[in-house]
């Protein structure tokens, strides 16, 4: 390795080898600087407000009225987060938020398993087996664009779209979270495929097996930990989403959330951030379980 | 492994430590979350049917008139915009956190690692919560502005930076550290000139990562009133002209694909 | 090169009369540029173990691909168990003729050990069975059997992944077991391997030739090895064939020179 005190000096004087990392570097200093300007300069930032006295008292104020220390225009009394049955309430629909966030992921699951592996290179020009064919080809590109897409919209975008012909309640943000997720977790395992070790698939070809039958006792056995895996983590941040996309979708705690937000009633708001951290909290160790189990074989 | 000499046992027990129990206990949860929507109401609203027809319609063609394009391009330029400032800020505000997180500033002592400790929650719990819930927090403390945008993107993002800066700073080799420790550098010079430069690469790797993210979450701040491509799309949808939608969708879609290159090329030029 | 009637090799088949189990002529593989193996004949009969030598790059995993069937020859006619190997059908007829163990084993980690072996049965099998099998192993038995001749009859529901690389090699060698293939090739089976093990894998792998009566193919560079197990040993260096004759006379000048770092690729 090289001695480090010069790869510093190196790095900043641009004597390494990644030219491009640094013009983007430099490039994206340019950017951000044009950004900030752009937004101070703009009418309404809000940046201006930093320096009034006002400004913080307003956010100290509603920082006190979340905590249940001063009472909000409501006069509520008690704040939400000390009533027991306030908690029952929101653990509903608490319950019904996590209902979403595995259904959002279970479908996304299922969308990726019957599209992986045409979506992925070394199946659909017949590397591992078959002859290449256009039709297959012609699917394969087809997929990696609808991931792509798919991927680059974000679930509330997909939401706002669902909401116009499903009605409310969970399943327009199901199936937008679904959509979202589908891209990421198929692209990923699209290329868990063509990234493999073709040695075991190569072997089942010469112990006789077929096309199907390489698919079924090699490719897919092998590609079945990454693909569980990827789809656990997304659960990790579609549990996050779940809330956000409830706003428009009408369902589980982000319909709440958006309600109590707008009647003022922010001891519930902080009843339902507690809620929130606490299904966070529980799919983390959830996930990573079923991430341990899914490793050791 | 249960191994009795009765086959029957041995098969049953065979069948709870398989794989094939866990799968079953994945499609039961998927099958029960399927419990939960609502399925003797009507799914698809009164006119939802027509609505999904006029959106696949929107399709051909798009709106493709020079002035909604020229309006699509600013909405772009808002989206990125807010996207730049609040990634830099999460740099700003990450950095020092990650590094004190890492544990790897000052002299080794109980209350450095408890200071890390305490650093660290505060990165999860920063990173716990979704950039939109922060905004509308940021909204109702401060009204609606960009600084709500901004901040509703750098905290969050702050807290992954920062995660990541410190796995990445104490995943350093320590070989090189000790050259510079015995060669008598203080404990800050071996953070500058030691690890910094070798965990650089992978920073910079994740962070244009999550600047393709932040594109994202700036596309939907349009919730909290910032101008952008969020809120073209819901101005769009509102007035049903759902070929205005796809040519947004379309270049939102550009958008990340554009990040998503330069973040790759700028990834594949560290890893050389 | 001809048919070798090696009688310390021989088994109860009358190898004279039948067709040669592998008849190549004037085989050869090119990649690009690079000639991996130069036109060879080659041919080996029933009850014959033919080792491999020649340092590596001297094309012996090439002509082992070319004899599995694997990759077809640039140049020449390969005719596996009397039927030219185009013609063989790659699934059944393939792997009833010939079977390859790779020195990487080239087991899938996830499957539990037993499937694993299965995979030998794959070419009889229809795709349904196959799937069938998978939710739940047919012909366990006779894994069973297979799995305790070897030694690890305990591991057949582990995933193969929990093995150690010697017990997964036993799993490899289990899952041809199954294949029961006419020709067995093997690419370095025991390279990596201390002599008492090596011993041990190449007992097992010549008693199962012995079962089938048919013939063996393995590369390796151990002179004493080849003399104790085999019955031929073909030489190749940079793809070119330097010599095939009976195993028990090759020395250890023959072997040196073979390897001679010094010499230059003849043409």
């Given at each position: 390795?090289?001695?480090?005190?010069?790869a510093?000096r190196?790095?900043?004087?641009?004597?390494?080898?990644?030219?491009?990392?640094?013009a983007s570097?430099?490039?994206?200093?340019?950017?951000?600087?044009?950004?900030w300007?752009?937004i101070?300069?703009?009418?309404?930032?809000g940046?201006?407000?930093?320096?009034?006295?006002?400004?913080?008292?307003n956010?100290?104020?509603?920082l006190?009225?979340?905590?249940?220390?001063?009472?909000?225009?409501t006069?509520?009394?008690?704040?939400?987060f000390?009533?027991?049955?306030r908690w029952?309430?929101?653990?509903?629909?608490?319950?019904?938020t996590l209902?979403?966030?595995?259904?959002?992921?279970?479908?996304?699951?299922?969308?990726?398993?019957l599209t992986?592996?045409?979506a992925?290179?070394n199946?659909?020009?017949?590397?591992?087996?078959?002859?290449?064919?256009?039709?297959?080809?012609?699917?394969?590109?087809?997929?990696?664009?609808?991931?792509?897409?798919?991927?680059?919209?974000p679930e509330?975008?997909?939401a706002?779209v669902?909401?116009?012909?499903?009605?409310?309640?969970?399943?327009?943000?199901?199936?937008?979270?679904?959509?979202?997720?589908?891209?990421?977790?198929?692209?990923l395992?699209?290329?868990?495929?063509?990234?493999?070790?073709?040695?075991?698939?190569?072997a089942?070809?010469?112990?006789?097996?077929?096309?199907?039958?390489?698919?079924?006792?090699g490719?897919?056995?092998?590609?079945?930990?990454?693909?569980?895996?990827?789809?656990?983590?997304?659960?990790?941040?579609v549990?996050?989403?779940?809330?956000?996309?409830?706003?428009?979708?009408?369902?589980?705690?982000?319909r709440?959330?958006?309600l109590s937000?707008?009647?003022?009633?922010y001891?519930?708001v902080?009843?339902?951030?507690?809620?929130?951290?606490?299904?966070?909290?529980?799919?983390?160790?959830?996930?990573?379980?079923?991430?341990?189990?899914?490793?050791?074989? | 492994?249960?191994?009795t000499?009765?086959?029957?046992?041995?098969?049953?027990?065979?069948?709870?430590e398989?794989?094939?129990?866990?799968?079953?206990v994945?499609?039961?949860?998927?099958?029960?979350?399927?419990?939960?929507?609502?399925?003797n109401?009507?799914?698809?609203?009164s006119?939802g049917?027509?609505?999904?027809k006029?959106?696949?319609?929107?399709?051909f063609?798009?709106?493709?008139?020079?002035?909604?394009?020229?309006?699509a391009i600013?909405?772009?330029?808002?989206?990125?915009?807010?996207a730049?400032?609040?990634?830099?800020?999460?740099?700003i505000i990450g950095?020092?956190?990650?590094?004190?997180?890492?544990?790897?500033?000052?002299?080794?002592?109980?209350?450095?690692?408890?200071i890390?400790?305490?650093?660290?929650?505060?990165?999860?719990?920063?990173?716990?919560?979704?950039e939109?819930?922060?905004?509308?927090?940021?909204?109702?403390?401060f009204?609606?502005?960009?600084?709500?945008?901004?901040?509703?993107i750098?905290?969050?993002?702050?807290?992954?930076?920062?995660?990541?800066?410190?796995?990445?700073?104490?995943?350093?080799?320590?070989?090189?550290?000790?050259?510079?420790?015995?060669?008598?550098?203080?404990?800050?010079?071996?953070?500058v000139?030691?690890?910094?430069p070798m965990?650089?690469t992978?920073?910079?790797?994740?962070?244009?990562?999550?600047?393709?993210?932040?594109?994202?979450?700036?596309?939907?701040?349009?919730?909290?009133?910032?101008?952008?491509?969020?809120?073209?799309?819901q101005?769009?949808?509102?007035?049903l002209?759902?070929?205005?939608?796809w040519?947004?969708?379309?270049?939102?879609?550009?958008l990340?694909?554009?990040?998503?290159?330069?973040?790759?090329?700028?990834?594949?030029?560290?890893?050389? | 090169?001809?048919?070798?009637?090696?009688?310390?090799?021989q088994?109860?088949?009358?190898?004279?009369?039948e067709?040669?189990?592998?008849?190549g002529?004037?085989?050869?593989?090119?990649?690009?540029?690079?000639?991996?193996l130069?036109?060879?004949?080659?041919?080996?009969?029933?009850g014959?173990?033919?080792?491999?030598?020649?340092?590596?790059?001297?094309?012996?995993?090439?002509?082992?691909?070319?004899?599995?069937?694997?990759?077809?020859?640039?140049?020449?006619?390969?005719?596996?168990?009397?039927?030219?190997?185009?013609?063989?059908?790659?699934?059944?007829?393939l792997?009833?003729a010939?079977?390859?163990?790779?020195?990487?084993?080239?087991?899938v980690p996830?499957?539990?050990?037993?499937?694993?072996?299965?995979?030998?049965?794959?070419?009889?099998?229809?795709?349904?069975?196959?799937?069938?099998?998978l939710?739940?192993?047919r012909?366990?038995?006779?894994?069973?059997?297979?799995?305790s001749?070897?030694?690890?009859?305990?591991k057949?529901d582990?995933?193969?992944?929990?093995?150690?690389?010697?017990?997964?090699?036993?799993?490899?060698?289990a899952?041809?077991m199954?294949?029961?293939?006419?020709v067995?090739?093997?690419?370095?089976p025991?390279s990596?391997?201390d002599?008492?093990?090596?011993?041990?894998i190449?007992?097992?792998?010549?008693g199962?030739?012995?079962?089938?009566?048919?013939?063996?193919?393995?590369?390796?560079?151990?002179p004493?090895?080849?003399?104790?197990?085999?019955?031929?040993?073909i030489?190749?260096?940079?793809?070119i064939l330097?010599?095939d004759?009976?195993?028990?006379?090759?020395t250890s000048?023959?072997?040196?020179?073979?390897?001679?770092l010094?010499?230059?690729?003849?043409?």
């Open positions: 390795m090289r001695n480090h005190a010069s510093w190196d790095f900043v004087q641009g004597r390494t080898g990644f030219t491009f990392a640094r570097l430099y490039g994206f200093f340019v950017l951000a600087v044009v950004s300007l752009y101070l300069v703009g009418a309404d930032s940046f201006g407000d930093l320096l009034s006295s006002r400004a913080w008292n956010a100290g104020g509603f006190r009225q979340l905590l249940g220390l001063e009472d909000g225009l006069g509520e009394g008690r704040p939400a000390l009533q027991l049955d029952g309430e929101t653990g509903r629909l608490a319950y019904e209902m979403m966030s595995v259904l959002a992921i279970g479908l996304a699951g299922l969308g990726v398993l992986f592996l045409p992925a290179r199946v659909s020009n017949g590397e591992l087996g078959g002859r290449p064919s256009a039709v297959m080809g012609a699917i394969y590109h087809v997929l990696r664009i609808f991931f792509a897409f798919t991927r680059a919209v509330l975008v997909w706002m669902i909401v116009f012909f499903l009605s409310p309640g969970i399943l327009p943000g199901a199936i937008a979270l679904a959509l979202h997720n589908y891209g990421i977790v198929g692209k395992s699209a290329e868990v495929v063509e990234n493999m070790d073709p040695g075991p698939a190569r089942l070809r010469s112990a006789g097996a077929g096309n199907l039958q390489m698919l079924a006792y490719i897919i056995p092998q590609s079945m930990p990454h693909f569980l895996t990827y789809l656990l983590y997304r659960w990790e941040v549990i996050r989403t779940t809330v956000v996309v409830g706003f428009v979708s009408a369902g589980g705690l982000g709440e959330f958006r937000l707008s009647f003022f009633q001891t519930d902080a009843l339902i951030i507690l809620w929130y951290l606490i299904l966070v909290l529980g799919v983390d160790l959830i996930s990573a379980f079923l991430r341990r189990m899914v490793r050791t074989g | 492994m249960i191994w000499g009765n086959p029957k046992i041995r098969s049953l027990a065979r069948f709870f398989a794989r094939w129990f866990l799968s079953i994945l499609v039961g949860v998927f099958l029960w979350s399927l419990t939960g929507v609502d399925w109401g009507s799914i698809v609203h006119g049917g027509s609505s999904f006029d959106f696949s319609l929107g399709l063609p798009p709106e493709l008139s020079p002035g909604f394009m020229k309006l600013i909405a772009s330029w808002q989206t990125v915009v807010h730049v400032a609040g990634m830099t800020l999460a740099v950095l020092p956190l990650g590094v004190v997180a890492s544990g790897s500033l000052g002299n080794p002592s109980r209350s450095r690692l408890a890390a400790v305490v650093v660290r929650f505060v990165l999860a719990f920063m990173r716990s919560i979704h939109l819930v922060w905004a509308v927090l940021f909204v109702a403390a009204g609606l502005s960009s600084l709500a945008a901004v901040m509703a750098a905290v969050p993002y702050a807290g992954m930076l920062g995660r990541i800066y410190s796995e990445v700073l104490n995943d350093v080799p320590e070989g090189p550290l000790d050259g510079l420790r015995s060669a008598g550098g203080s404990s800050f010079s071996v953070l000139y030691g690890r910094m965990a650089i992978d920073m910079l790797s994740y962070s244009f990562y999550r600047f393709e993210c932040a594109i994202r979450a700036a596309a939907i701040m349009s919730f909290v009133g910032i101008r952008g491509l969020g809120f073209e799309i101005l769009s949808l509102n007035d002209l759902f070929g205005e939608v040519t947004l969708l379309f270049f939102l879609f550009g990340v694909l554009l990040v998503d290159y330069w973040s790759t090329r700028v990834r594949r030029s560290l890893d050389s | 090169m001809r048919l070798t009637n090696d009688i310390a090799g088994e109860s088949n009358c190898s004279n009369a067709a040669p189990l592998v008849d002529r004037g085989i050869g593989k090119s990649f690009g540029t690079l000639m991996a130069a036109p060879l004949d080659i041919s080996i009969g029933a014959e173990r033919v080792a491999l030598a020649g340092p590596s790059g001297s094309g012996k995993s090439t002509l082992l691909y070319l004899l599995a069937g694997l990759v077809p020859p640039d140049r020449g006619e390969l005719i596996l168990d009397s039927q030219p190997v185009a013609g063989l059908q790659p699934g059944k007829e792997s009833e010939v079977g390859l163990i790779q020195q990487q084993l080239d087991l996830q499957l539990p050990v037993i499937q694993n072996v299965l995979a030998g049965r794959l070419g009889q099998w229809g795709i349904l069975r196959s799937l069938a099998s939710f739940s192993a012909e366990r038995k006779s894994v069973e059997v297979v799995l001749r070897l030694g690890v009859a305990d057949i582990e995933p193969t992944s929990h093995l150690s690389g010697g017990e997964q090699q036993r799993v490899a060698i899952r041809l199954i294949q029961a293939p006419k067995l090739l093997a690419d370095e025991v990596s391997l002599p008492a093990r090596a011993e041990e190449l007992r097992l792998l010549t199962l030739v012995a079962d089938t009566g048919g013939a063996m193919v393995a590369s390796l560079h151990s004493d090895l080849i003399r104790e197990h085999f019955t031929r040993v030489g190749l260096r940079h793809g330097q010599f004759i009976p195993a028990r006379e090759l000048t023959v072997l040196e020179a073979l390897y001679d010094d010499r230059e690729p003849e043409d």
